[in-house]
C-alpha cells in the first residue's frame, strides 16, 4: 500500500468521478440576482446552485423546489465566505444525496490532488492511532523517506505545532504545500524525538503495490489497488505485465480492500486490462440516456484472477468488481461491498472551491443495481476484529498466509490452476514393455482436442 500523507480519503470515498468533468464552471443559465453578484459570496453560490440546476441526475432534485432554494441562497446577506459556504452546504442537504456536496477551497485541493494521482508533500501515508499521529509508510525516494523517517515513526510537532489535538486531515494540511518550500515535523522513535527540515516536492502517488507471492506451490501475482487515481492505470499495466511476462506467475490476486473509488474513467482503463471481451458497466443520466462501456479486446493477461473486496470497496471498486465478476472472469473473495452506485462529477468554481455533483445512476453488466446492497462475494469470509487490526498495523501482512481472506482466494483459484497445468502439459503415453505408440492413433488430450 503506498500513497502520500493520508490523502484525505474521506472526500473521495465512494465516489466514482467522472475524470473530464473537473473544470471552472462559472457560466449563468438563469437572469436575475446573479448578474450583481461579482466578487460577492454570492456568485459562488450561484455558480454552484446552477451546476446542480443543469447536471443533477434528478431532474425532480428529490421533490425540492430547486429554483426557491436559489432565492433564498441569493437573498440573504453573507458576513464572510465561511457563511455562505454553510448555506451553501444545508441548501445541498435538501436533495438527500451525500454524495453532491460542496468542498471549501482545501478540501477541493486536496481532492483534486488525489484524484491526479500527483501532490506536492513529503511523501508520508498518516494515521491516528491511540491518539498519536503515526506514519504508515513513505514513499520510496521522497523527502519523508530520505530523512530516514520511517513507518511507526509518530508525529508530534509540524511547523512548531504539537498534533496532539489534531485530525489526520489537519496534520495533512500542515504538512503539503508548494513545491521546493520547507515544512519542520518532529518525529519520536522509541521514545527519542528528532526535528527535520524538509523540503517538499511533486510526488507522484503509487496506487499499485505488487508482487509474487508463494502459496502452497503456486506462485501468484499479488496485486493492491488502493484509490482509481489519474495514475492507476499506467500503474496496473506496468504490475501485470511484470507479474505475467518476467516473474511468471500462474494466477493473480487483485485486492480492492478499502479502496474507496476514484476515477470512472480508472476503472474502466484497468477493467480493459483484464477483460478481453463483455460489458463493463452502463451509465443512465437524468434524461434517461444510458451509456454501455464494453472491453475492447485489450487484455494484458487470461491467467486466473481472484478480486479481494470489502465492506471499504466502493463505487469505481464495484464497476470493476462487477465487470469482472458477471463477465465470468474473476472469483469475488471477501465480504459485501459498500453500496454506492452513482456517479459524480466533480467542477472547481472561480473562487477556489468545488462542487461535487451526481450526474448518473450506474449497474453492472448483468443491469444490477447495486445501491446499498453492494455485491455479494463468491466466497464470504469476514475478517475478525483482531484480524483486521493485525493486518491494520502491519500491512506487509497484506497477501500473505497470515491475510485469511488472501488465503482463501489462492484456495479458490486452485482448481482452475491445475486444469491449466495439465493443459500445459504433453500428452504422455504409458508404454508397456517397451512397445512404441501405434501410429495413427488418435490420442485425447487434456484439454479435449484430438491430435
Excluded: C
Aim: aromatic share 4%; glycine share 6%.
Amino acid at each position: 500500500m503506498k500513497y502520500s500523507e493520508n490523502l484525505s480519503r474521506a472526500f473521495v470515498s465512494s465516489l466514482a468521478i467522472a475524470a473530464t468533468a473537473v473544470i471552472p464552471t462559472v457560466a449563468t443559465v438563469m437572469s436575475g440576482p446573479a448578474e450583481a453578484l461579482q466578487d460577492s459570496p454570492k456568485s459562488v453560490l450561484d455558480e454552484a446552485w446552477q451546476i446542480v440546476y443543469r447536471e443533477y441526475v434528478d431532474g425532480s432534485f428529490n421533490r425540492t423546489d430547486w429554483i426557491a432554494v436559489r432565492q433564498s441562497l441569493l437573498s440573504q446577506d453573507y458576513s464572510s465566505p465561511q457563511a455562505a459556504y454553510r448555506e451553501l452546504r444545508r441548501a445541498l442537504q435538501q436533495l438527500n444525496d451525500p454524495y453532491t456536496r460542496f468542498l471549501d477551497p482545501d478540501q477541493y485541493t486536496e481532492l483534486t490532488e488525489q484524484t491526479s494521482g500527483e501532490i506536492s508533500g513529503v511523501g508520508m501515508q498518516l494515521r491516528r492511532e491511540e491518539g498519536s499521529i503515526v506514519v504508515v509508510e513513505t514513499i520510496a525516494g521522497s523527502p519523508a523517506a530520505q530523512a530516514d523517517i520511517r513507518s511507526g515513526d509518530r508525529v508530534i510537532m509540524v511547523d512548531g505545532r504539537s498534533t496532539e489535538q489534531l485530525s489526520v486531515e489537519s496534520v495533512s494540511q500542515l504538512i503539503r504545500g508548494e513545491q521546493g518550500s520547507q515544512v519542520t515535523i518532529t518525529v519520536e522513535r522509541e521514545g527519542a524525538s528528532e526535528t527535520v527540515v524538509l523540503t517538499r516536492a511533486q510526488l507522484e502517488v503509487a496506487a499499485v503495490d505488487y508482487e509474487v507471492r508463494q502459496q502452497g506451490d503456486i506462485r501468484v501475482g499479488y496485486i493492491r489497488l488502493s484509490e482509481f487515481s489519474a495514475h492507476a492505470a499506467e500503474q496496473m499495466q506496468v504490475a501485470i505485465e511484470q507479474l505475467d511476462t518476467q516473474d511468471n506467475v500462474e494466477a493473480f490476486v487483485l485486492d480492492l480492500r478499502n479502496n474507496p473509488g476514484g476515477l470512472l474513467n480508472a476503472s474502466i482503463d484497468i477493467s480493459r486490462m483484464w477483460l478481453p471481451r463483455g460489458p463493463i458497466v452502463r451509465t443512465v443520466d437524468r434524461d434517461g440516456h444510458d451509456d454501455e462501456i464494453s472491453a475492447n479486446r485489450t487484455a494484458l493477461t487470461d491467467l486466473p484472477l481472484a478480486v479481494l473486496v470489502n465492506g471499504q470497496s466502493a463505487s469505481s471498486s464495484e464497476i470493476l468488481t462487477g465487470a469482472l465478476r458477471d463477465n465470468d472472469r474473476a472469483v469475488v473473495v471477501g465480504s459485501t461491498t459498500f453500496g454506492k452506485a452513482l456517479v459524480q462529477s466533480l467542477h472547481g468554481l472561480s473562487d477556489g472551491s468545488g462542487i461535487a455533483v451526481t450526474v448518473a445512476h450506474y449497474y453492472t453488466p448483468n443491469g444490477t443495481d447495486i445501491s446499498s446492497k453492494g455485491i455479494s462475494p463468491d466466497v464470504h469470509i469476514e475478517l475478525t476484529r483482531n484480524q483486521q487490526q493485525e493486518l491494520l498495523q502491519n500491512p506487509d501482512l497484506l497477501g500473505t498466509s497470515a491475510d485469511p481472506q488472501f488465503v482463501e482466494a489462492v484456495s479458490a483459484l486452485e482448481d482452475t490452476i491445475l486444469a491449466r497445468r495439465q493443459q500445459a502439459s504433453p500428452a504422455v503415453t504409458n508404454l508397456q514393455s517397451g512397445s512404441p505408440p501405434q501410429l495413427g492413433r488418435s490420442l485425447v488430450l487434456p484439454n479435449g482436442s484430438s491430435q
